[in-house]
């Protein structure tokens, strides 16, 4: 996984609480073989109503998508990852995530931010207002800006996820770092 260490863009207010992965990534595409192609997946049954958020052409090319309460609830899907990774998002913000969804994120490079709904608000607001404001997301602050309407939040985050992060390690990674060890301890 590439390090992150900061995000900044734009953002994608999608207004919706409880959205599950099924309906992040429909189950049809989950019978894929390459992990490349998810894009086209993202919210499909949702792109279909001409009035989604997503078809909105103030919002392209967002890399932060800000959601309602208990985004990625659901079944284990990383396939919900990947495909708003491949949508071009950097971090999901929103009061709440699915446990499994978070955890997926994180060891996929998705940067979780759990914010408070007032907070969310705030911004979901500010972004209908004016779907060019910048927010920066700063994993080694744990903050949140968004410099043109005074925001400023911290977010939590674990010390170890925010090293995965800023270091890029996903699972392999972490196992690399006692590469050396694990060869000592095979050839004995």
């Not at 189950?27 to 049954?45: A, I, N, P």
């Not at 708003?84 to 940067?111: E, H, M, W, Y």
């Not at 979780?112 to 602050?141: F, H, Q, W, Y």
Request: with cysteine; proline share 5%; net charge negative.
């Amino acid at each position: 996984m590439e390090p992150v260490q900061v995000v900044t863009g734009t953002a994608v207010p999608l207004d919706r609480s409880d959205v599950d992965t099924d309906q992040i990534i429909p189950s049809d595409w989950l019978k894929r073989v390459e992990r490349t192609g998810f894009e086209k997946g993202l919210f499909s049954e949702w792109k279909d109503d001409p009035a989604f958020v997503m078809n909105d052409e103030r919002f392209a090319g967002a890399s932060i998508l800000v959601a309602g309460e208990n985004f990625g609830v659901g079944s284990s899907r990383e396939h919900a990852v990947w495909a708003i990774q491949q949508s071009g998002f950097n971090a999901v913000i929103c009061p709440r995530f699915g446990d499994i969804f978070r955890n997926n994120s994180t060891k996929n490079g998705l940067v979780p931010v759990v914010l408070t709904a007032a907070e969310v608000s705030t911004l979901m607001a500010a972004i209908e207002n004016d779907p060019d404001l910048e927010i920066t997301i700063d994993v080694a602050r744990r903050s949140v800006e968004a410099p043109a309407i005074g925001f400023e939040a911290q977010f939590p985050l674990d010390s170890a996820t925010q090293e995965r992060f800023i270091e890029g390690l996903d699972d392999i990674g972490l196992t690399l770092r006692h590469a050396d060890a694990i060869t000592a301890y095979e050839s004995r």
